[in-house]
């Protein structure tokens, strides 16, 4: 199908995985982007399960006014957004699971609670039983042709699975290692996770399939959007090569002193930008905190101390 400028939506999706370092998604082509996803999501449907988890604002828009359209997006579970609920809702799941059989991308958004079979976390019933989220995960997991998780409690625990985490909540790469489930798994991880690494990693897979080995660094992320750190590109690198550091929050100098993770923070914020592009931490005055990697927030805390 052409666009109305001319080209594919295969093509416009190419190109638009090809620039994503210079470019931002949401603001600038999304609308086009996500047409041409509603495409290509035929062919590969997507099932979303949300577990333990605040919420994704902005890929909630995305979601709902520009993928959605494309009917083959499942809310297998999705609190914030299904209209469907209680037992209509968990059938739905299922049968979406079982029709499309090695066919689908599961997205997993928040932690799984796993302490005591799962109890803490669940959705749905069966025989009068609750059907606990580490359940879906091992239905939805096993068959998956690949599972991508939005957001670092998904990917790594995150604050669910902070000290001294009562529900024993977990990231969905040791769950599926505890359930031994194989299916490939891609991480999106951030607090939360921003639209256009999960809009970029969506498309990518939809047009070449999943990524070589090598374009993923040790903790499953594309390097795409996780190969640097940072402090690699900050804005306020001139300071700390001059010796300039902010002893308080709204002095001038580099952040490190206040608590700044960004040397140990793989990410592209300084070029990608937050909310539309208007802004990024580092440049609001508040030092990264390292919500992109695994172990946040506990092993970067107290967030306000130098490391
Ligand atoms: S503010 Fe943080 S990321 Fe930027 S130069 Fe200083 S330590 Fe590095
Ligand atoms: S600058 Fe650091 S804390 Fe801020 S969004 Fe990027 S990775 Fe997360």
């Not at 979303?48 to 709902?64: D, G, M, R």
């Not at 209209?83 to 599961?106: M, N």
């Not at 079979?117 to 997991?141: A, C, Q, S």
């Given at each position: 199908m052409s666009s109305s400028h001319g080209i594919s939506r295969r093509d416009f999706i190419r190109w638009a995985v090809a620039a994503p370092?210079?470019?931002?998604?949401?603001?600038?082509?999304?609308?086009?982007?996500?047409?041409?996803?509603?495409?290509?999501?035929?062919?590969?449907?997507?099932?979303?399960?949300?577990?333990?988890?605040?919420?994704?604002?902005?890929?909630?828009?995305?979601?709902?006014?520009?993928?959605?359209p494309g009917r083959q997006l499942i809310l297998a579970y999705?609190?914030?957004?299904?209209?469907?609920?209680?037992?209509?809702?968990?059938?739905?799941?299922?049968?979406?699971?079982?029709?499309?059989?090695?066919?689908?991308?599961?997205?997993?958004?928040?932690?799984?609670?796993?302490?005591?079979?799962?109890?803490?976390?669940?959705?749905?019933?069966?025989?009068?039983?609750?059907?606990?989220?580490?359940?879906?995960?091992?239905?939805?997991?096993?068959?998956?042709?690949?599972?991508?998780?939005?957001?670092?409690?998904?990917a790594y625990g995150g604050l669910p699975a902070a000290a001294p985490n009562p529900s024993g909540s977990m990231g969905l790469n040791d769950v599926f290692k505890m359930l031994n489930v194989t299916t490939p798994v891609i991480n999106i991880p951030g607090c939360p996770c921003h639209p256009d690494w999960f809009i970029g990693t969506v498309s990518k897979i939809l047009l070449y399939g999943m990524p070589q080995p090598k374009e993923l660094d040790e903790y499953g992320r594309l390097k795409l959007f996780f190969g640097r750190t940072v402090h690699n590109r900050c804005i306020k690198r001139d300071y700390l090569d001059d010796g300039i550091f902010a002893a308080k929050f709204g002095d001038e100098g580099c952040l490190l002193e206040l608590g700044c993770k960004g040397p140990f923070t793989n990410a592209d914020c300084p070029i990608r930008l937050w909310n539309g592009g208007v802004n990024w931490c580092i440049n609001a005055g508040a030092p990264c905190i390292g919500c992109t990697e695994m172990g946040f927030p506990d092993a970067h805390s107290p967030i306000y101390q130098r490391r």
């Open positions: 370092a210079s470019l931002s998604f949401t603001s600038v082509f999304l609308p086009r982007l996500a047409a041409a996803l509603q495409e290509a999501v035929k062919e590969y449907p997507i099932i979303w399960l949300q577990a333990s988890t605040c919420s994704h604002p902005s890929i909630k828009n995305v979601i709902l006014e520009q993928i959605l999705h609190g914030t957004l299904m209209a469907a609920t209680g037992k209509l809702s968990v059938d739905a799941a299922r049968e979406a699971a079982a029709k499309y059989k090695g066919k689908y991308v599961l997205v997993v958004e928040g932690a799984i609670p796993t302490k005591e079979d799962g109890i803490y976390g669940h959705v749905g019933e069966e025989n009068g039983k609750p059907f606990t989220m580490l359940r879906w995960i091992d239905v939805f997991g096993k068959n998956a042709m690949a599972a991508l998780t939005v957001g670092t409690c998904a």
